[in-house]
Nanobody
């Protein structure tokens, strides 16, 4: 059974940091590119960060470049999103996604709220 389980969300003040984790199981993690998406209330889901199968290739949305870092540990079947200098606009539900050609898996999401 395929599972992607996100953790690490919560309430943080503006300027603070959080690290999200996504633990994968039920598929060959090292064969899949991994992505973090987010969706704020009333907005479409957007791609935040992406990482290739070896971790050597990463991409970020312009809105998070220089603040967020995606990484993966293929030995632990886990992908991370380090988020620094958080802003209220970063408030959203964050989803982990695994992708290989036309196969996609999604997690249930973890809420991140940036507020004073």
């Amino acid at each position: 059974q395929v599972q992607l389980v996100e953790s690490g969300g919560g309430l943080v003040q503006p300027g603070g940091s959080l690290t999200l984790s996504c633990a994968a199981s039920g598929f060959t993690f090292s064969n899949y590119a991994m992505n973090w998406y987010r969706q704020a209330p009333g907005k479409e889901r957007e791609l935040v960060a992406a990482i290739g199968i070896t971790g050597g290739s990463t991409n970020y949305a312009d809105s998070v470049k220089g603040r967020f870092t995606i990484s993966r540990d293929n030995a632990k079947n886990t992908v991370y999103l380090q988020m620094n200098s958080l802003k209220p606009d970063d408030t959203a539900k964050y989803y982990c996604n695994a992708r290989r050609t036309f196969t996609y898996y999604w997690g249930q999401g973890t809420q991140v709220t940036v507020s004073s």
